[in-house]
Structures are given as structure tokens and as C-alpha cells.
């Protein structure tokens, strides 16, 4: 399982490292220390935690959000397979795309739910690149 840091769960959120620090010490999102004593978030549980701030309406702060070559980069929060066909959903900060690719290309590229991944749109398909 992908663990992430305050700092890299905040750019996933689009909120600063102080907010994403003040909402674990609120115990908001769980953490968990590792050997050097820094603070990680486990990928599903920041998964969790994104569609639940999105749902909510956004963070304490206003971000101003791009789409820089059409890049959103977030983190899977869900991924369904079926026999041939999959769906990957990411979120990334506010938004949440959903992408249909072959179970195959899902396979191959390892994804799983609490992974950092980057969707990219160009016209009315979104393509998953893996972080």
C-alpha cells in the first residue's frame, strides 16, 4: 500500500501542507509515523479523505486550479473491473474524472485504489499515466 506525507498528500488535495497538517491533527484523515518519524498518510485512507473534501464543497482555503496540458494529477479512489472493460477514478483536488480503459491496460499499469495516478483529457477521452 502507497503511503503518502503531509506535503505530497497536500498537492494531491490542492491545499497547502499547513492546512493538510491541521486537518490530521484534527484527526480529520488518519496518520501514522514511520521510522524517521515523519507523518504518512496510507493511500486509501487519503482516498477516503478526498472524495469526502469534494463532496464537501472544497478545503479551508481557495485554490485556483489549471490544467496545464490537460493534466489533472490525484489519487485513484476507485477502480471496478470487469471482464474486458475497467473504470479508474481519480480525484484531483475538486474534481473527480472517471476513465473507461481495458482491464488489461488497468492491469498493466498496476493501478490500485490510494495510488497517486495522473489523468490526462484530450478531447472526450482520459487517458491514466501512472506517477
Do not use: C
Amino acid at each position: 500500500m502507497q503511503s503518502y506525507t503531509i506535503g505530497q498528500a497536500a498537492r494531491l488535495l490542492g491545499v497547502s501542507s499547513d492546512t493538510a497538517r491541521r486537518w490530521a491533527d484534527a484527526g480529520r484523515v488518519a496518520t501514522r509515523r514511520d521510522e524517521t518519524g515523519r507523518r504518512l498518510i496510507d493511500g486509501e485512507d487519503l482516498a477516503a479523505f478526498s472524495v469526502e473534501l469534494a463532496g464537501a464543497g472544497g478545503g479551508e482555503e481557495e485554490v485556483s486550479y489549471t490544467s496545464a496540458r490537460n493534466a489533472f494529477p490525484g489519487i485513484v479512489t476507485a477502480v471496478k473491473l470487469g471482464d474486458i472493460a475497467a473504470q479508474v477514478e481519480i480525484q484531483a483536488g475538486p474534481h473527480r474524472l472517471v476513465s473507461l480503459l481495458t482491464r488489461e491496460a488497468v492491469e498493466e499499469l498496476g493501478l490500485e485504489v490510494g495510488m497517486e495516478a495522473t489523468a490526462r483529457v484530450k478531447s472526450t477521452n482520459v487517458h491514466i499515466d501512472r506517477s
